[in-house]
């Protein structure tokens, strides 16, 4: 079953719970010592947890979007959950500019062979260059 009242479902759990203890209860008269023991310290581990739930994540719908709520964490987690997303943007803005700089390195080398070779750079853009390469006029 269910429903959209989460009071109602809390309260639903909670008798479905006691329902549940009541018959183990009357079923542990039975058991030897040792089980009732092992059960017992069961429900203490149970109990506990029960009264110290992990605050988790949940979705809530704003206006036909639904967004990842943090629950009542503090400042410090809201932080902590957008570092790893400033951290990628960083990471991407680094390799950018590497790249970008490398490129222009790659590219000054270039230019530095054009400029500093035997041959003048109109001379790339003639047609007959490549029969220029091929009878050795290149100066390997």
């Keep these: 079953m269910t429903t959209r009242d989460p ?4 309260r639903l ?6 329902r549940v ?18 059960l017992r310290a069961a429900r203490v581990r149970a109990l506990q947890l029960r ?11 704003r206006g036909g979007t639904a967004t990842l709520g943090l ?24 390799l950018h500019s590497v790249q970008s700089d490398r490129r222009a390195s790659e590219l000054a080398e270039v230019d ?3 400029l500093t ?9 003639d047609p007959g260059f490549v029969q ?4 050795g006029g290149g100066g390997d």
């Design 7 to 10: 009071q109602r479902a809390q």
């Design 13 to 18: 759990a909670d008798q479905f719970g006691r």
């Design 21 to 38: 203890a009541v018959r183990l209860d009357s079923a542990a008269e039975e058991m030897p010592y040792e089980v009732r023991e092992r």
């Design 51 to 61: 009264q110290q739930p992990e605050v988790a994540p949940v979705a809530v719908n």
């Design 71 to 94: 629950g009542d964490r503090g400042w410090f987690h809201r932080i902590a959950s957008v570092l790893p997303l400033l951290l990628l943007a960083a990471g991407l803005v680094l």
């Design 112 to 114: 530095a062979a054009l």
């Design 117 to 125: 070779d035997d041959l003048p750079p109109a001379a790339y853009a």
């Design 132 to 135: 220029f390469l091929k009878t």
